[in-house]
């Protein structure tokens, strides 16, 4: 009885110091991320909205040059002993999207997805038969081009602004307007991804 006892409290001990680093982690990833986010965007108004506690946030913001910009942070759940096993089986990374909601209309629409062999991570395309798929390189590495027109080819030069061990996925769809990327990491530069992000906004100030 003593043994099984011993084993109840290791077990408990574990499951309470991975919440309390986990949850420590996802904090720091919060609040630097969202710093980031401002300063890359600077907003003349913002709003979040937090997921699960420590599970990472949607937030909106009101910035120069578009109708606003949403963006959702999906954290794994560092804090959960329970969730570390499935690691091996999911992408194990923490999930950006950013959705770009632009001024100007988008006249058609246009993918590029990256290439990798955890199909967990390939975002699924709802109207993919209508789109013709292309392969295509970039700085080396496979892409999957998916569009309707050739309007929107000079994104490929948007791509290469991201870290492409982080780029998931460029979507540029005609539903409001919107270029939305995906970005998978686990650790992040920050600093890095402020510099990417100004560039982006650049881009799209002037690509469209």
């Known amino acids: ?46 709003l979040y909205t937090y997921l699960g506690g420590v599970l990472g946030f949607i937030a909106e913001y009101q910035a120069d040059g578009f109708e606003k910009i949403s963006v959702t942070l999906r954290l794994i759940p560092r804090q959960s002993a329970l969730y570390l096993p499935f690691m091996f089986v999911t992408s194990g990374k923490d999930s950006l999207q950013i959705m770009f909601y632009t001024k100007k209309p988008i006249v058609s629409e246009f993918h590029i997805i990256k ?45 290469k602004m991201f870290n492409e061990k982080q780029f998931n996925h460029l979507a540029i769809t005609k539903d409001n307007s919107i270029v939305y990327v995906n970005l998978l990491f686990y650790k992040m530069n920050y600093t890095e991804l402020e510099n990417s992000l100004k560039k982006a906004v650049g881009f799209l100030k002037t690509a469209l």
């Not at 109207?127 to 392969?135: A, D, F, I, Q």
């Not at 569009?147 to 030069?157: R, T, V």
């Open 1 to 46: 009885m003593t043994k099984y006892i011993t084993l109840f409290v290791g077990i408990s001990v574990v499951i309470s110091l991975v919440y309390i680093a986990g949850y420590k982690k996802n904090i720091k990833i919060m609040k630097e991320m969202a710093e980031t986010l401002e300063a890359a965007f600077s907003p003349k108004d913002k």
């Open 115 to 159: 290439e990798s062999p955890l199909k967990l991570t390939k975002p699924k395309i709802y109207n993919r038969e209508k789109l013709k798929s292309e392969n295509i390189t970039i700085d080396g590495k496979k892409y999957e081009a998916l569009k309707d027109s050739n309007e929107y080819d000079k994104f490929i030069d948007f791509v």
